[in-house]
């Protein structure tokens, strides 16, 4: 048991909407990373979050915001669906950016 | 581009008997290599980590191997159980910044039969 938390589990939507994923950290941790696996795919970085404030950035477009709050919850927002959007989106938390990231169960999007 | 490879899908191995996971890198400023399994329905779990400082970590029935000059690491499960069965992803982390956290492999299938 990870303590990381997310939700929806599953989520529909089609092209062109906009979606919010939500994620709870374990206590007293203060990084949150996101990631997105497609099908048959390792997770990809998407960003990282240090106390409220992006730390870093992978090969996304900025449609993929996120926030981070002070009591160790996040969102990730993901506008102008497309169809490839379409993925499990996971969130990991760790003590610090460099410490052990520990992952939540994933939120399955599919994009219509 | 992938930086991390894990070229082989899946293993399939006997309750009892050694499983070998193998892993590629190609970028040379990776120094911290971590191995996560995941279940279906669920996140990757952490399983063991190295520091490219080392050659060998060992944890329990988990030990990760590492040589550098070939870019390869390896995690090998003795003895092998059922509950081991699942998708193990090898992950690759910097150091030296960068927008790449974790960079992951696209993750091997393990079947431990009874």
């Known amino acids: 048991e990870t303590g990381v938390t997310q939700s929806p589990t599953h989520l529909i939507k089609t092209r062109g909407q906009q979606v919010t994923l939500r994620c709870s950290s374990q206590?007293?941790?203060?990084?949150v990373s996101w990631y997105q696996q497609a099908l048959g795919q390792g997770p990809q970085f998407i960003f990282q979050?240090?106390?409220?404030?992006?730390?870093g950035r992978g090969n996304f477009p900025p449609r993929f915001s996120g926030l981070q709050f002070p009591n160790y919850s996040s969102e990730l927002n993901v506008n102008a669906l497309e169809l490839d959007d379409s993925a499990l989106y996971l969130c990991?938390?760790?003590?610090?950016?460099?410490?052990?990231?520990?992952f939540g169960p994933g939120t399955r999007l599919l994009v219509l | 581009d992938q930086q991390v490879k894990q070229n082989s899908p899946s293993l399939s191995v006997q309750e009892g008997r050694i499983s070998i996971l193998n892993c590629d890198y190609t970028?040379?400023?990776?120094?911290?290599f971590l191995w996560y399994k995941k279940y279906p329905a669920e996140g990757p779990t952490f399983l063991i980590s190295?520091?490219?400082?080392?050659d060998k970590n060992e944890d329990g029935r988990f030990t990760v191997f590492l040589n550098k000059s070939a870019k390869h690491l390896s995690l090998h499960i003795v003895p092998s159980q059922p509950g081991d069965s699942a998708v193990y992803f090898c992950?690759?982390?910097?150091?030296?910044?960068?927008?790449?956290?974790?960079?992951f492999g696209k993750g091997m299938k393990l079947t431990v039969n009874p």
């Open positions: 206590s007293g941790h203060n990084t």
């Open positions: 992950a690759a982390r910097s150091y030296r910044g960068g927008s790449e956290k974790l960079v």
């Open positions: 979050y240090y106390r409220e404030e992006e730390n």
């Open positions: 970028n040379s400023m990776f120094d911290y």
């Open positions: 190295i520091s490219s400082i080392k």
């Open positions: 990991a938390s760790s003590l610090t950016e460099w410490e052990t990231q520990y």
